[in-house]
């Protein structure tokens, strides 16, 4: 593969073999500096002068710890700036700089820590057992992304902000159609993208407002009671807290376990180490899973003054993608690093962000999500696999993965 075969921001780059694209990230990694790409052409956003892709992990660490210059507050999910009737939905903390955004995640951050996970392990352990209970009731086969997949991280959220069962649906279609980068599964007619995603921020937004007025002690009556300044978050702020909480959490883990049961099919070698010693390996195994699926292929900064950064000159308003999946399958720190090896010790990878102030807040409980998962499969059901290949989501955005047969 060679340059001018490469264009990251065609969505049809993402569905070329996984071994073309690994060999195309390569070209770019290999590249004196980052490449420039135009902007994808999207019905609700002007194209503007194109961004610059960031493949090499040694400038994402170094971008992610320099917030003051690699900004997100014009954006870090979305190439384009998107018109402003798309803040009232997804104008939340990720888009946000410090002080602000330091403030709002303040207010949520102590659900997330090791402590409070660790009172959530009751309930990830009891729906990992249902989950399972139900698969060998059904059996011999499933599509393993509806019935397994999906099914932990959305209820394990919704927990966390006291939305009741009735709702998970809603959840569910509207995370799908908000992450799913025009995937014509979830948005059947791109002239309408805009109007199915700010439809999808509604009706998560409607959610919010009558689980408000319901009271109780969860993650929503923490975000209404919150005191910002000596001031409550608006309608807005918790609207977009709330979708940027519920999406989050939602199908990126999603993908990871999914990307997990495929990775161990194809790899028995590392299916056979984990289960010689499953309490001992299996945290190495998440990360691994993690830096090779990537479920968030990129993340964008915006650049907020000239600056020189590894040999490169950005100007001020330059937008940069951080690819932490082409970061991930840098030869430069991880050997032979497409392979899959749960006994890996270099990096970090980041899968989870690199280190500044967006590190994955719910970098734990996906972690949590995804050992009990594992070790609830492969303690009941040992000899689960997935059967084929996986149904790709169409995104340049998200790694992920929408069916994906498995036999047991
Ligand atoms: C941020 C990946 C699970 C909530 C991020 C970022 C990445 C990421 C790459 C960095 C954003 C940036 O650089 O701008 C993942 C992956 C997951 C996962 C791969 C699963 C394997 C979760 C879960 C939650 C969550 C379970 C729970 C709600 C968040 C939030 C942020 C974030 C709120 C924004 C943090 C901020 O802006 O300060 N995640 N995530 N994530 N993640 Fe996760």
Redesign the pocket.
């Known amino acids: 593969i060679d340059l001018s075969d490469i264009d990251l921001s065609d969505v049809a780059f993402w569905e070329r073999p996984m071994t073309e694209r690994e060999s195309a990230f390569a070209v770019l990694r290999a590249q004196p500096h980052p490449i420039r790409f135009p902007e994808p052409e999207i019905s609700f956003a002007p194209a503007g002068p194109g961004y610059y892709a960031l493949v090499r992990h040694a400038d994402i660490i170094e971008a ?1 710890r320099n917030p003051e210059v690699f900004c ?1 507050g014009r954006s ?2 979305s190439i384009h700036d998107l018109p402003v009737e798309f803040n009232e939905y997804f104008g ?5 700089d410090d002080p602000r ?2 403030r ?2 303040r207010i ?1 951050s102590r659900a ?1 820590t090791p402590k409070m996970i660790k009172q959530f392990e009751d309930d990830v352990q009891s729906e990992a057992t249902r989950i399972v209970d139900d698969l060998i009731a059904e059996g011999p086969g499933c599509d393993f992304v509806t019935e397994v997949a999906a099914k932990l ?1 959305l209820k ?2 919704c927990d ?1 902000m006291g939305i009741p069962e009735e709702h998970y649906q809603t959840v569910f279609e509207a995370s799908n159609v908000i992450l799913s980068g025009g995937d014509p599964e979830f948005i059947d007619d791109v002239s309408r993208a805009a109007e199915l995603l700010l439809g999808a921020g509604q009706r998560l937004q409607d959610l919010v407002v009558s689980l408000a007025d319901a009271g109780g002690d969860n993650l929503i009556t923490s975000l209404t009671s919150a005191n910002i300044d000596g001031e409550k978050l608006t309608m807005q702020e918790l609207g977009s807290f709330f979708i ?3 999406v ?3 199908e ?6 999914s990307h997990g049961l495929h990775l161990f099919t194809e790899n028995p070698d590392q299916r056979a180490l984990l289960a010689e010693d499953f309490d001992g390996r299996i945290a190495g195994a998440v990360e691994e ?2 830096r090779l ?4 292929a990129w ?3 915006t650049v907020t003054r000239d600056h020189e950064m590894n040999g490169t000159l950005y100007r001020e308003g330059d937008k940069v993608l ?1 690819y ?1 999946w082409a970061a991930n399958r840098d030869e430069a720190v991880f050997t032979d690093p497409h392979r899959f090896d749960i006994l890996r010790t270099e990096g970090p990878h ?5 280190p ?8 734990h ?3 949590r ?2 050992t009990v998962m594992f070790r609830e499969l492969f303690t009941r059901l040992p000899q689960i696999r997935s059967a084929g290949e996986p149904d790709r989501l169409r995104s340049s955005f998200i790694n992920g993965i929408k069916h994906l047969a498995c036999e047991f």
């Open positions: 992610s997100s870090s999910t939340s903390m990720i888009n946000m955004h330091a709002l995640r949520v997330f991280p394990i959220i966390m940027l909480l519920v989050a959490g939602n990126t883990t999603r993908n990871a376990i899973i993690v699926a990537s479920p968030v993340m964008r900064r951080l932490y980041v899968g989870f962000g690199g500044g102030p967006h590190f994955c807040l719910g970098a409980l996906a972690r999500e995804i």
